[in-house]
């Protein structure tokens, strides 16, 4: 990691000129309506955050019981979750419970598993999170516009037996486009986005659930790591802390990775199990990572090292219900080929079963193909019956990184020396890149997969798979 400076680190320039630089503050948190029965409820409607220093407004937000990030949900593993979507909007909307394998008729997705709600409507969720980790939720319905508005929180689901900790913090990573008087713009359609690398802001924050800002000398922090942006990859770094990885999109390693840093696509977490390394009267650090430069997105001051004691080395978490593969023999393959955006040399493609020119694609606002075809295609990119292994090589042939996120399972990358990577829910590639990724298609239904870069989902990248019964 090009890190320029040593802790305590100073804040550096700005990303651009217009680029706020972010603090420690949670945003604040409206509660929810009063309730007619005793059924949890994640109200979607307008609000108000602090985003910004008190120089500033308060932003209007769209966000669940009005505040962002909506509820933190926390389960113990083997609970059920049940939360109905009070749809308080101007648009209709639903919830997608991201990295959860739920049942199918749970998943969220607007004309495929369920009908969008529209507004003064209601859908109750009720399901049991097989896996514990580190999840979110998320509007699953114009998402670009509903995400960007504050249309998400995170759902905990806590292991049987946690590791042992001082504090388990949560640490939400958004990235606002805010006008000079803290709004949000509402420049949600720029076609220039959807061809390039999406709508990126210019305030990068970090929300932390619980809002810590002191901590003592060799305190042990569990860091649940959660990119919500609609498009940014963040690159984010530990200072005055030391540890490792310890999950990814919310499954255990079976080895945690130790490092200071990590880098998030859209849609990706990482848990982290570090210590506090800084001197007291220093401070830890988490920062954001641009090109040579880094940002300061939370500070904790340290103080005297307490009664906490060295817990030696971070074990690894205990595992979840769904193994790594043992074997990958007779994978059904469904090969999958990305085209288009800017720079991207596109000619045509496949729109509602029509071949269109680039710049009729342009006009549908499609620019981003999947084998040919911008958006959801009629058929599914494969369809097995429940059970098989299913292999996606998938060749990234635009100029830009995407992140593919699949639903209903987790995936292992056949990495260059035939192994699997860890589980994932969501793998970043990079322009150029063709990237392997299997899993057993264990869970029945439709499911989509497509870029978590909200706006190249929009413009045309994504498809489907069955799993039959
Ligand atoms: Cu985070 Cu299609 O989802
Ligand atoms: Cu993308």
């Known amino acids: 990691m090009a890190t320029k400076q040593e802790s305590p680190m100073t804040v550096g320039p700005v990303i651009d000129r217009r680029m706020f630089l972010a603090g420690a503050t949670a ?3 409206a509660s929810g309506p009063a309730r007619a029965d005793s059924t949890p409820q994640l109200v979607a409607r307008p609000g108000k955050a602090r985003l910004l220093s008190t120089d500033y407004p308060e932003t209007p937000i769209w ?3 009005g505040g962002v990030p909506g509820p933190e949900l926390r389960l113990k593993q083997g609970e059920r979750l049940v939360q109905r979507l009070v749809n308080n909007l101007p648009q209709a909307s639903s919830v997608h419970w991201h990295g959860v394998r739920v049942p199918n008729a749970m ?3 607007p004309g495929m598993t369920q009908d969008a709600v529209p507004p003064g409507g209601q859908f109750t969720y009720d399901f049991t999170p097989p896996d514990a980790g580190t999840f979110w939720y998320h509007s699953h319905n114009q998402s670009t516009e509903q995400i960007a508005r504050g249309l998400y929180g995170l759902l905990i689901v806590e292991e049987i037996d946690p590791p042992e900790v001082d504090h388990d913090i949560s640490v939400v990573l958004d990235d606002w486009r805010l006008s000079e008087t803290g709004a949000i713009t509402e420049d949600f359609d720029r076609m220039h986005d959807w061809t390039h690398a999406g709508r990126i802001g210019n305030f990068t924050k970090a929300a932390l659930l619980p809002q810590v800002s002191r901590l003592r000398r060799n305190e042990r922090l569990r860091l649940r790591l ?4 609609v498009d940014r990859i963040m690159v984010i770094g530990l200072h005055g802390m030391a540890g490792a990885i310890v999950a990814l999109d919310g499954m255990p390693l079976r080895v945690p990775e130790r490092t200071d840093h990590v880098i998030l696509g859209p849609a990706q977490r990482a848990d982290f199990i570090v210590d506090v390394t800084a001197e007291e009267g220093e401070q830890a650090l988490l920062a954001i990572h641009e090109r040579d430069e880094a940002f300061v997105l939370s500070h904790f001051d340290v103080g005297a090292s307490g009664q906490s004691v060295s817990r030696g080395p971070i074990a690894p978490l205990p595992p979840n219900p769904l193994a790594p593969l043992a074997t990958t023999q007779g994978a059904q393959m469904a090969r999958l080929v990305m085209e288009g955006g800017a720079m991207g040399g596109l000619r045509q493609g496949i729109w509602k079963g029509e071949v269109l020119s680039v710049r009729d694609l342009v006009a549908e606002g499609q620019i981003w193909t999947f084998n040919g075809v911008a958006g959801l295609p009629e058929t599914p990119l494969i369809e097995v019956p429940v059970g098989e292994i299913v292999e ?7 100029a830009f990184p995407h992140a593919m996120h699949l639903h209903g399972h987790h995936f292992q990358e056949r990495l260059a020396d035939g192994s699997l990577g860890p589980l994932r829910d969501t793998i970043l ?4 890149e063709t990237r392997s990724i299997v899993f057993r298609a264990d869970n029945p239904g439709d499911w989509l997969l497509h870029c978590h870069m909200l706006s190249h ?7 489907w798979i069955r799993v039959t019964t």
């Open 107 to 109: 998943d969220g997705v």
């Open 457 to 463: 989902q929009k413009a045309g990248m994504k498809t």
């Open 27 to 29: 945003f604040a948190m």
């Open 63 to 65: 966000g669940y019981n």
């Open 429 to 432: 590639m990079d322009r150029g």
């Open 226 to 229: 959660v990119n919500v942006a």
């Open 392 to 398: 996606v090589p998938m060749q990234n042939d635009t």
